[in-house]
Nanobody, 113 residues
Framework: QLQACGGGLVQPGGSLRLSCAAS????????MGWYRQPPGKQRELVAN???????NYADSVKGRFTISRDNPKNTVYLQMNSLKPEDTAVYYC?????????WGKGTQVTVSS
């Protein structure tokens, strides 16, 4: 089970921090990440982070977003800075382990003045 929180309404240029805690049968070596689905568009990868800390970012968020994780807490974070209206989307937490994807319910992020 994945429980995400931290979404909300923010003005352009502002910041938000998302967090997602995983519970249940968590296997070491997993990959955790964040995806988003803008209105009327497909879900897309925002960033992911391997168990050892290696990260991967979508080009659109490089330099603005930072993903991190706390393995003992099975938690992944997404620090979002310099937010733009085009970052508006439902953000989904993802856990990939043993070849399977697990998804959280999603949290709304709206960037608007």
């Amino acid at each position: 089970q994945l429980q995400a929180c931290g979404g909300g309404l923010v003005q352009p240029g502002g910041s938000l921090r998302l967090s997602c805690a995983a519970s249940g049968s968590i296997i070491g070596g997993n990959v955790m990440g964040w995806y988003r689905q803008p209105p009327g568009k497909q879900r897309e990868l925002v960033a992911n982070i391997l168990w050892g800390g290696s990260t991967n970012y979508a080009d659109s968020v490089k330099g603005r977003f930072t993903i991190s994780r706390d393995n003992p807490k099975n938690t992944v974070y997404l620090q979002m800075n310099s937010l733009k209206p085009e970052d508006t989307a439902v953000y989904y937490c993802n856990l990939r382990q043993s070849g399977m994807d697990h998804w959280g319910k999603g949290t709304q992020v709206t960037v608007s003045s």
